[in-house]
């Protein structure tokens, strides 16, 4: 069985703005989110990247300024010796009713398809609500991280946090070191 791991980008592996990031330059990486990535490279895990990019359908950026962003994430794993298998995004508004949207499931259902490990398996990571609820729904695991959004998130669903026992973790690196140590069970 594959070891999958599917992270959220804004306010997990990059820096978050409520401005919307709108462009390669202001796409910057959380301190050790390449290094996270690279770790869980180095202990054979596939990592994919679900994200809502709402700013394509506001218009705020182009599906080739957010190409660039992804590639940009890419060419930095790949200096640091990481890998991100797959990326899937959702460029639909709030008010577009589509499926992919998180906490929709459809990014982790577009996620699946390609994989042969069962959702149950796969431990999901994000910084929103939203994100976990996209990962409990489609059957994941989902932990917290306290980067981007996530001290709001916590402060805000700190009950149904512990209601759903989901792990929170201060960044990144510390999820994916979680995860590792999980993966070893």
Known sequence: MEKIIILDRDG????DSDN?????????????????ITELTDHGFKIFVATN???????FYSH???????????????????????????????????SCRKPKPGLFEK???????????????????????AGLTAGAKPILVLTGKGERTLEEKSEALKDNA??????????ARHVIAASKC
């Open 12 to 15: 997990v592996i990059n820096l």
């Open 20 to 36: 919307y990031i709108k462009s390669v330059e202001e796409w910057v990486p959380e301190q050790d989110s390449i290094k996270a």
């Open 53 to 59: 990019q709402s700013g394509i359908s506001r218009k």
């Open 64 to 98: 080739n300024t957010l190409n660039a962003m992804h590639n940009k994430l890419r060419q930095l794993c790949a200096e640091a010796g990481g890998k991100i298998s797959g990326i899937v995004y959702c460029p639909h508004g709030p008010d577009d009713n589509c």
């Open 111 to 133: 996620i699946e398809a390609q994989i042969t490990t069962p959702m149950s398996e796969i431990f999901t990571v994000g910084d929103s609500f939203r994100d976990l609820e």
């Open 166 to 175: 989901i792990p929170i973790k201060k960044n990144l690196l510390e999820a």
